[in-house]
């Protein structure tokens, strides 16, 4: 065995003349261990935050959105859906007319943005999943049904165990204004009640999505459309099939995909995740100082063992080896702890579910383990005690010298 580890290892686990180094000792282990336990749990919770807030954006977005550089809509026959469906990665698409409107059940009326998408739609999304009442069935029989967000269902009072009446869509005519009677100025078409979706706030309390033709018609277009909205296939880099298509459409057309079109989302669950791991960071830094406290005082005490030791023909760098080793030792036992009890608590809470999550929209708070963090963890925690394991040691060098 390696001389200077099995010195320190014995330092590490014998009793000291002075209880408070032993003390000292422990409490070393234990906040290096508390602290990598923090960020195990901590960095594994936003994880699984991110993955509900991303999957909670594929049930209803798109994974890339095809809009006109210019003006709010455009004719979807000057798309040439021929090269459009060869376009690697491409899956499925559908086309989109979206408009905000006034809508009315019975004596209610709310604002709501009606989201008309063809039946591509609903395979390409998982709103069958977020529905909470009916279905996500389109068109029965030749009638067109509408699909709402909870939020616009609880403001007007819609619920489908009530068998509902139906919905009164409101619409601005284009360019056609009468100061003496308003209800010429807009359209207004019926739609029967089909299902509410539950997913979160900013999507509940907007939309409504109804069958293309049927916003078409109350819209007054033809073949006018707001957007195209495509699924890639899995594996397939977004990026490079959003810089495909646009290649493919020219300089009209602006392609966008999900993470872009959700940016602000997307960079504000990372920056708090990153700005929570720095802090975290700077507590195990400052825990970490116990290491340093417990090798000075190790060192202090160790003096006649560090003479014995020289008067046998161990060298400076030896002596040296085995009060850094002790330190890395310190670390390591904290860290490896550490980590062990976070991966095990998060595991508990990923398949067994420990800790609900009262009024959300999943029954347990969301965890996910990254490997790769898992080594980013270590790494940090092994880099802070070789730092504090290495600044002792120079001063025990520079004493020996002096």
Known sequence: ?????????????????????NIISWVSVISVGIGTFALVVVLSAFNGLESLVESLFESFDSDIRIEAKEGKVFDSKTIDYEKLTKVEGLENYSLVLEEVCGVRYQKQQTVATIKGVEPAFM?????????????TELVRNGIPFAISGYGIASSLGLYMSKAPDNLTIYAPKRGRVSTINPMQS?????????GTFYISPEYDNKYIVVPLSFAQDLLDYKSEVTSIEV???????????GAEIETLLGNGFEVTNRYQFNEIIYKTNKTEKWITFLILVFILIIAAFNILSSLSMLIIEKKKD???LKSLGA?????????????LLINLSGAIAGLSLGVILVLLQEHIGLIRLEGGIVEYYPVELKVTELFYILLTVLIIGFLTAWYPVRSLTRVEKG
């Open 315 to 327: 060298k400076n760098s030896t002596i040296r080896q085995i009060f850094f080793i002790e330190g």
């Open 231 to 241: 699924k890639a296939e899995a594996g397939y880099d977004l990026e490079k099939v």
């Open 306 to 308: 560090i003479f014995t």
């Open 186 to 194: 807009v359209y207004q078409k019926l739609i029967a009640a089909g």
């Open 123 to 135: 395979e390409m999304s998982q709103l069958d999943s977020m529905m909470i009442e009916g279905n």
């Open 1 to 21: 065995m390696n001389f200077p580890f099995y010195i320190a290892k014995r330092y590490l686990i014998s009793k000291k003349s002075q209880n408070a180094i």
